[in-house]
């Protein structure tokens, strides 16, 4: 019987409608209390670490989970489910996916209704998360994202809906694998996986998108001593309007690490176009590009080479390898 771990964080699979159809947490987490879940398939081992609708998350209550993951390994733990509130879920599992050893199935699931509504899907996914972590198949893929019967990679899905049961998808590579009759079946997986312990996380590591006439200011705005890195969503490819380049140099000269990405749903940043403010300047005056991930998993990237206390050169080697 494998025994897995299931770590609550509280969100909307923890919440319930109150009379005024109001979405709230509860005293008690309701997905908790399913100690019998599977019974007889796995024996499940709750704790519930925090209760915290996810735009309360920050790295600091995902290096707590992290941690706590890493000494249920030590103690033969044979998976671990994590249910958590589906804004910042993405953030959470890639931070996972990067700062813990790929030795157990780690799977990450939350609801987009709450346990009272008509056609809630938390128990059903808490469910499928669970037959995920105790399938020895599911061993060596990653950090998994587990919603909706279908098995997305940390490392590339995110959130595309507001309220729809099936928002989260994998823009590009699509799912890895499926849920099919209580049962994982995977059909592709990551070619590289990356690991980078730390045991602190930095703060003041920002993101920003760019826009049609964006200038400088809100650069100028980071321009201090607080400031850690940051990371920019480009137009297109990866380009800027010429207006933000002296800010963005001023950051540079205070070497503040910058990362460059795409605001784009779907390709990869490249640096293609040579003109002024084009991927090509960027990358010559010393951004970082960073293909395959989105703002928000770009900057958890970053957060944590910064965290580790990776050198300029090891940090830059440690951001462009997210596709390979």
Do not use: W
Request: hydrophobic fraction near 40%.
């Amino acid at each position: 019987m494998k025994k897995i771990l299931a770590i609550h964080t509280g969100g909307t699979i923890s919440m319930s409608q109150n009379d005024q159809g109001e979405i709230v947490p509860n005293a008690q987490n309701p997905i908790a209390q399913q100690a019998t879940i599977l019974d007889g398939k796995v024996q499940l081992i709750t704790d519930e670490l925090f209760n915290l609708p996810s735009p309360h998350v920050t790295p600091v209550q995902m290096l707590a989970i992290k941690q706590r993951i890493v000494r249920a390994i030590a103690a033969g733990i044979d998976g671990v489910v994590i249910t958590h509130g589906t804004d910042t879920l993405e953030e959470t599992a890639y931070f996972l996916d990067l700062t813990l050893p790929d030795t157990i199935p780690v799977v990450v699931t939350g609801a987009m209704r709450s346990s009272n509504e008509v056609g809630s899907d938390g128990l059903h996914n808490f469910q499928s998360a669970i037959q995920v972590a105790a399938a020895d198949v599911s061993r060596g893929k990653g950090v998994m994202v587990v919603m909706n019967d279908e098995i997305h990679t940390a490392r590339y899905v995110t959130k595309t809906h507001t309220t729809n049961v099936a928002t989260f998808r994998t823009p590009t590579f699509g799912p890895i694998g499926l849920v099919v009759k209580d049962h994982p079946t995977y059909f592709q997986q990551l070619i590289r996986q990356e690991f980078c312990d730390i045991d602190h996380v930095v703060d003041h590591v920002y993101l920003l998108k760019a826009f049609a006439g964006m200038d400088g200011t809100f650069f100028d705005a980071l321009n201090n001593d607080q400031t850690a890195g940051l990371v920019i969503e480009g137009l297109g490819a990866g380009n800027l309007p010429p207006q933000t380049l002296p800010a963005v140099q001023r950051l540079l000269d205070r070497q503040i690490p910058i990362v460059l990405v795409s605001r784009c749903y779907n390709g990869v940043a490249e640096d293609i176009y040579d003109y002024q403010g084009g991927g090509i300047e960027l990358r010559k005056m010393g951004l970082m590009l960073c293909q395959g991930l989105n703002g928000q998993k770009a900057r958890i990237k970053l957060l944590v080479g910064l965290s580790a206390g990776l050198p300029n050169d090891a940090l830059r080697e440690f951001l462009k390898t997210a596709v390979s």
